[in-house]
């Protein structure tokens, strides 16, 4: 059965079949992964582009890993900044590699839409790896295949979205991947963090760390975007970390089992303790290595659509 | 030259003016005779039929951009007036976002000059501020002696409460108001607005207090000085209540919408089309509600278009990224026609009061005459020609609007100003 789109631009409307098809390659994918030799011939003879307009060292690696274990030729096209100051605008560079006869191009950009305005001027499969603060719906597809590997199920769970949801692109695709796989979804965070009317997604919002860990299965708390313009959305680190970041002591308090994600690089002492993160490290890394998988699914299913 | 525009109805609100099939006879451009006219009387004149169409004082766009000097790819003060003439206005007021700025009395008086011979006429908006930096008023009282109608800063709201009070005072020795860009600079800068759907599509939001916050500050200093403030492009509903209540205390404030902000809601970004970006944004169905209402209730006093060229580049970038605005001189008639006519939301009488009366009287200016003597001011609409709109065959440089190819019933045929005439194509000397 293929999927209902030859491109991936994000989850929201995104079938529950397309999704559990998705999931259920990957679990191949990721038996691939444990071969001695990790490569299959799936994509040879396909192009792909990964078009970065953005820094994003671990999402273009785990493309591009995900790319040569499928046999796919794989160029690299970093861009430092957007159109606006580069002079070539954003049409003329994709009609360039255009030319060079790609078949797949992923993208990640600093504008959200990026991405389905590249499927109105260009001819290849489209991968969003992240538009603006929109979507960025490998990294939820990762997020999910982590909790159904965990947890065995994705119906019915509580998950809870802690962090900048207002700023993050990893938010809005697990909202939309999880809801239609049928889980409970809540954001938690400052409220100066959390979009105006996500309610009206069927989102709930807590701004209580501790009735997030007592009322849900899975926390999928992002990094705190230090570096950024979201540093002005609360007043200090320490305050930020002392009302919503995860420790030993409120997981004890809270007396509960509960599966914490973490998309990565994680800020030590900010969302999460440096004992939460060491007790983390092995979902962490099979996140990552779940990733891999994810982004073969993805590139196989999409690069061998008829 | 004798021209006779046969089997046409004439309507004039302001002069209580409401006949149907008459003739009217025009001799160089004048008005010689409204009725039924002699056979010695169409002798030797020039006879266009006109039957079904209605004449009307001549349309008026208070708000227009024409982006010379500066940026004369986008467009020039002649081809903005070829694209009013065909969208069927008389005349327009240009807004000073120029570059340079219209800050002097010389390029008020350039761009009048420049648009002397035009059969559209041309009012000059000048800067409130120097530059439009919002921090030293401009020599007002010298470019009302150049022409100049109106002052405003937009693109932004006068910057302090301060400097808008000093513009009010000052601008109220020659009764001029200033037009307002209605946006608190420190909720300014996002792309869309702030509703569900800008968190779904991931786009900046601008918040709807961003303009109610300007607007009630506005309000309150037009009160306070007694000046005359004109609210541009109002979009929120909270925005049209204030304004509402402005006037019942019966307040120096008038305010106009632009056809976008009363055809078109938040949901039409959804396709990240650069050509729904603009400042202010489209709002919520909830807005555009409340937009019509207030249309009805004359809350609302005029629909002016905000027309904004940018280049094909410009546009063809990122959301985010790309600029504010779009075009609407040709499409403005059209969309006020099928969304407010035909959906009998306004009478006729009362789109020719938005559209031609209101907004001059705003800018003091005389409203068009229909009496015998006076020189022709009309534009020509038929209201039930069914038309796709093809921005091919736009007259403005610059073809940035999310109108193209959507259908419209009604539009204006022809426009007569200055002793010439627009028809089917072809400006027409008298």
Known sequence: ?????????????????????????????????????????????????????????????????????????SINFAVSSSSVSKGESFKDTIRNIEAMKVDMVVVRHSAAGAPLFLTQICD???????????????????????????????????????????????ALSNIYGLMTMGAEISVCGPLTMIPRYIEDLGVKVIHDIDEAIQENDVLNVLRIQLERKAREYFPSIREYAKYFGITEERLEKNGKDILILHPGPINRGVELSSGVADGLNQIILQQVTNGVAIRMAVLYLLGTLK | MKIILKNINVIHPEQKINVKNVDILLTDGIISKIGKLSKEELNDAEVIDLTDKIVVPGFFDMHVHLREPGREDEETVITGCNSAANGGFTGIACMPNTEPAIDSAEVV???????????????????????????????????????????????????????????????KMFNLPIIEHC????????????????????????????????????????????????????????AVEMVREAKK??????????????????????????????????????????????????????????HAPHSLEEKEAEFEHAPNGIIGLETLIGLALTELYHKKILTLEEIIEKISINPRKILNLPIPNFSE????????????????????????????????KRLLTGKAVAVINKKRMFYQDKFINL
């Open chain 2, 373 to 404: 003597g006076a020189e022709a001011n009309f534009t020509i609409l038929d209201l039930n020609e069914i038309w796709t709109v093809d921005l091919n065959r736009s007259k403005s440089k610059s073809k940035n609007s999310p109108f193209d």
């Open chain 2, 249 to 306: 205390k019966g307040l120096n404030v008038t305010a106009e919408v632009t056809p976008h902000h009363f055809s078109l809601s938040d949901d039409a970004v959804k396709t990240y089309d650069t050509n729904t970006k603009m400042n202010p944004p489209l709002r919520t169905k909830k807005d555009v509600e409340e937009i019509l209402k207030s249309l009805k209730d004359g809350t609302i006093d005029c629909i002016a278009s905000d």
């Open chain 2, 109 to 171: 008086e350039f761009i009048r000059k420049h648009a002397s011979n035009h059969l559209v006429e041309i009012q000059v908006i000048a800067a409130a501020t120097l530059g439009r930096k919002g921090e030293v008023i401009s020599p007002m009282a010298e470019l009302q002696e150049a022409g100049a109608v109106a002052f405003s800063d937009d693109g932004a709201a006068i910057k302090t409460a301060g400097i808008l009070k000093r513009t009010l005072e000052y601008s």
């Open chain 1, 124 to 170: 290849a499969n489209i991968i969003n790896a992240g538009d603006g603060i929109h979507e960025h719906p490998t990294q939820a597809l990762l997020d999910m295949y982590s909790i159904r590997e965990k947890l065995r199920k994705l119906e019915g769970l509580k998950v809870c979205i802690v962090g900048d949801i207002a700023h993050s692109r990893v």
């Open chain 1, 1 to 73: 059965m293929p999927l209902k789109s030859r491109h991936l631009l994000g989850l929201e409307g995104v079938p529950k079949e397309d999704i559990q098809l998705i999931l259920d390659t990957a679990t191949t994918f990721r038996e691939v992964l444990e071969r001695p030799i990790k490569k299959v011939p799936t994509l040879q003879g396909k192009t792909i582009v990964n078009l970065f307009y953005e820094n994003s060292t671990r999402t273009r690696i785990s493309f591009e890993l995900a790319e040569k274990r499928l046999s796919a030729d």
């Open chain 2, 183 to 238: 946006e608190d600079e420190s909720l300014a800068g996002g792309a869309m607005n702030e509703g569900i759907n800008s968190t779904m599509l991931g786009l900046p939001p601008i918040p709807s207090i961003a303009e109610d916050l300007i607007v009630m500050r506005d309000i309150i200093v037009s009160e306070y000085t007694g000046g005359k403030i004109h609210i541009a492009h109002i979009s929120t509903k909270k």
